[in-house]
């Protein structure tokens, strides 16, 4: 199955690193580091050296892979086949081709708990992949702390492998409520065809609904559905607890869309991380929409190429039948450092006068539904 990452080449970097250290390096070599692949004084070590940023968000390669799980691995822990490319694709003017082996060789952590991915083509590392929906800037500087490897005993924590999900899934969990003209329907109820009120559009109609069953593995991971407790957005929202992907974008008062992740340095949101599994749900307009789930202003699905990649074969072909290169986004979006800076500053999402000045409606009747899944 077709996955996406994005890759930034090693030329767009100044590190004291040299290019024969960025190029072979199997693993960060923190000096802490246990198990398999202990720490070897004549080989370099990542954490504490400088990586500074000397591109733009556009600047990184799109690679296509071959995989048959969700998650970016290294070769040494890869349960199925070998993760290949799936397209010819040049990185710093080297050529590298579809059937080529890539992977996830380590990762590197920073104190704020960032984690960039180091990929390997070929047997030659090519540059860092950054988590879904959070590009770098440019002069930015990235210094580790701490390592992952492909097993969690080869890791410096001992517990935590490296894993990087392909999926940007922008869902919400099975059993959360969207307001209709006739009134709130849990979202698995919902059908292509159906009504949904939005902000700003009045009613619109859903053309693509579509369910899957997700699973993790145990301990934390950055693909891990998000947890918004009830009245945590400020003003009574969400009015009840609301579920939804990491990269599932909300609005913020000014009128952007952040993704749910970065709302979690506000109280009452988290990151669910002893989630196993749980029923998400695609819901999608004609066009790029703000629906009222539990009240909350919440994006519905938006067919960016990484999401569209994240889905079946024939989900995706859907997909591309019902939208085109016309598809605007609502509202601008914003990476997930940008609305954390945003946050930080307001302190809240949405207080009564911010609330009234977007028009959203905070009383809607809500039929009884079943509960979301407690974590």
Request: some cysteine; proline content about 7%; charged content about 20%.
């Amino acid at each position: 199955m077709p996955y996406f990452i994005t890759v930034y080449d090693w030329s767009l970097y100044t590190t004291s690193l040299s290019q024969t250290d960025l190029e072979t390096s199997s693993h960060g070599n923190d000096p802490g580091q246990t198990g398999s692949n202990p720490y070897d004084p004549g080989s370099p070590t990542w954490t504490g050296v400088d990586f500074t940023y000397n591109g733009t968000g556009s600047d990184g390669t799109l690679l296509a892979i071959d995989d048959d799980d969700a998650f970016f691995e290294d070769a040494y822990v890869e349960t199925g086949g070998a993760q290949t490319l799936d397209q010819d694709v040049t990185i710093n003017g080297v050529n590298y081709f579809a059937g080529d082996v890539i992977q996830n060789e380590f990762s590197l952590i920073n104190a704020g708990g960032v984690e960039l991915w180091v990929v390997r083509i070929n047997g030659v590392n090519v540059g860092f992949a950054y988590p879904a929906g959070d590009p770098p800037s440019n002069g930015e500087v990235f210094n580790a702390n701490d390592t992952r490897d492909g097993a969690a005993e080869d890791s410096l924590d001992q517990t935590t492998p490296s894993l990087e999900p392909y999926q940007d899934i922008l869902c919400f969990a099975a059993g959360t409520r969207i307001a209709t003209p006739g009134g709130a329907m849990p979202v698995e109820e919902l059908r292509a065809g159906d009504r949904v009120d939005t902000l700003g559009r009045d009613t619109q109609r859903l053309t693509w609904v579509y369910s899957k069953r997700y699973r993790w593995p145990a301990g934390p991971h950055s693909s891990k559905p998000i947890a918004v407790r009830a009245g945590s957005l400020g003003a009574g929202l969400p009015k009840r607890d609301l579920v939804l992907s990491p990269q599932h974008r909300v609005l913020l008062p000014g009128g952007a869309l952040a993704p749910a992740v970065a709302l979690t340095i506000l109280p009452g949101i988290r990151q669910m991380n002893g989630k196993r599994a749980l029923t998400l749900v695609h819901a999608m307009c004609a066009d790029h929409s703000l629906l009222l789930a539990e009240g909350a202003p919440c994006e519905s699905f938006y067919p960016g190429d990484v999401a569209k990649a994240g889905l079946p074969h024939l989900a995706r072909r859907s997909v591309a039948a019902l939208t085109g290169p016309e598809y605007a986004s609502a509202r601008p979006f914003l990476t997930r450092r940008e609305a954390e800076r945003l946050l930080r500053a307001r302190g809240h999402c949405w207080d009564d006068q911010s609330l009234a000045a977007a028009g959203v409606t905070r009383q809607i009747p809500c039929p009884a539904s079943e509960a979301l899944i407690a974590a």
